[in-house]
């Protein structure tokens, strides 16, 4: 558990949060076009998940 979470206390997931909740916030109180948040948020969320994706690929692929 301790270790899940300093994997989430790394500096690109603080950002990725933090960016996220900044536009949802904006978004809420209605300062912000949605095309725009949907174009931020689909480009900040492709970049997390592709880089996870690609650490656990490159996990395996030391394991063979």
Do not use: H, W
Request: proline share 0%; charged share 25%; glycine share 4%.
């Amino acid at each position: 558990m301790k270790e899940r979470l300093a994997k989430l206390i790394d500096v690109k997931s603080i950002v990725t949060l933090m960016i996220t909740l900044v536009f949802c916030i904006s978004a809420v109180l209605g300062r912000t076009d949605k095309d725009d948040l949907m174009t931020v948020f689909t480009v900040i969320i492709s970049f997390y998940f592709g880089t996870q994706t690609a650490k656990k690929k490159g996990d395996n692929n030391t394991d063979e």
